[in-house]
């Protein structure tokens, strides 16, 4: 049956291997030949970045520092604040990897620090607290950021702003603790959904685990989809506004914000619909069935 079970895994994999390489030789094709890019700028941002880490100076740009490609390794220790770990039951395995977790993060961060000095934390932990992001995006923020970003409140604004997303995470963080999976969607979904910057490759974050999640779903099919077709829509309402402020120079912030506001509800919508679909297992800590 193992063996089996292994067969059937595999061809999945391939297949999904195969469109993820045939995908990126057609973003190098479309990033050469089309206006609209199919890679995101982020990709230069990482690229550059690694790239200056293997050079003895420093060459700082905004936001694009030998240390972002760095900081990908640290933030797996930031998870140790996530709220979900205040509530979860304390046991071995919780302990060693809060402690291998944590020690991991304390180490590579001395490294860093001891090699870029102040500019390490600033760029790659206190810039996000920090970051007000004035371009176009998806988060119900970004207006509010922009026409206030001379104002001396536009500081305060910023860290206001991770209010509702703390609140969130905190409420779920003690309704479903015990179910890991449906925790760590919701974490990420509410993260995404409510933070000050969201752009579209930021949607697989949450989407990586949506596949863990489906098969505790109680809808039909036929729902499912008509909830996609919502957010695909959503999306589409919202890119027709930015694509005619980036590429044809028109003044589209109102109804980019607008067309925000009404995807930040359709993804609330969603959620909703998943929570109170959720079928909740029924699991048990280790320490309960030993």
């Not at 914000?257 to 699991?283: D, M, P």
């Amino acid at each position: 049956m193992a063996m089996g079970g292994s067969h059937g895994v595999t061809g999945p994999f391939i297949v999904a291997l195969g469109i993820r390489v045939a995908l990126v030789f057609y973003g190098l094709y479309q990033d050469r030949s089309m206006q609209v890019k199919y890679t995101d700028v982020d990709y230069q941002v990482f690229t550059d970045a690694a790239r200056f880490v293997t050079q003895t100076g420093q060459q700082a740009t905004e936001n694009n520092t030998p240390t972002i490609r760095n900081q990908q390794h640290l933030k797996k220790g930031i998870s140790l604040l996530n709220p979900m770990f205040i509530v979860r039951l304390l046991n071995k395995d919780v302990l060693l990897f809060i402690i291998v977790a944590g020690l991991e993060f304390l180490i590579l961060g001395a490294l860093f620090y001891c090699r870029y000095g102040w500019e390490f934390l600033d760029h790659t932990y206190f810039y996000h607290l920090t970051r007000r992001d004035i371009r176009h995006n998806f988060s119900p923020y970004f207006y509010m950021l922009y026409l206030t970003a001379e104002s001396e409140w536009s500081s305060v604004l910023g860290l206001v702003a991770f209010l509702p997303q703390f609140l969130l995470l905190i409420i779920t963080s003690f309704a479903y603790y015990k179910d890991l999976t449906f925790c760590c969607f919701l974490h990420t979904a509410i993260f995404v959904t409510f933070n000050k910057v969201c752009t579209s490759q930021y949607f697989l974050w949450y989407l990586c685990l949506l596949p863990m999640v489906l098969p505790h779903l109680t809808f039909s099919w036929r729902r499912g989809i008509m909830l996609l077709a919502l957010w695909f829509t959503g999306q589409g309402l919202w890119l027709a506004p930015a694509y005619y402020l980036e590429f044809e120079g028109q003044n589209t912030y109102l109804l980019i914000w607008l067309a925000g506001l009404l995807f930040l509800a359709i993804n609330c919508f969603i959620l909703l619909i998943l929570i109170s679909n959720y079928k909740k297992r029924n699991l048990q800590s280790k320490t309960n069935t030993e």
